[in-house]
């Protein structure tokens, strides 16, 4: 079953296009990696599929549902960064 997926989308910084045109599709229980050199936009696409970039162009969706302006999706999203590093505006909560 396709969880998530992106059409068109992209991502300029000032006239440079980071990400353009990226089309993927993501399904449930797979595991995907994505790899790529140094400034391939790997960090810029993930980061808008978590909502903490938003795309210039393009749509992701879940569960065929268009996430721009949602946050409740990302609750079914799993994420390992290679060197985890969090908004320093952040503070962590415990739930129990």
């Known amino acids: ?5 992106t059409e068109n989308l992209g991502k300029r910084f000032g006239e440079k296009w980071v ?4 089309n993927l ?6 595991i995907t990696i994505i790899s790529g050199p140094n400034g391939s936009g790997k960090t810029t696409f993930i980061k ?6 938003v795309p210039s162009k393009g749509r992701i969706l879940f569960k065929g549902k268009e996430v721009a302006g949602e946050s409740e999706y990302r609750r079914y999203l799993g994420y390992m960064p290679q060197i985890p590093k969090f908004p320093e505006n952040l503070t962590p909560q415990r739930d129990f």
């Open 1 to 5: 079953m396709e969880i998530l997926r």
């Open 19 to 22: 990400l353009n045109d990226v």
């Open 25 to 30: 599709e993501f399904y449930e229980g797979e």
């Open 48 to 53: 808008s599929i978590l909502g903490l970039v």
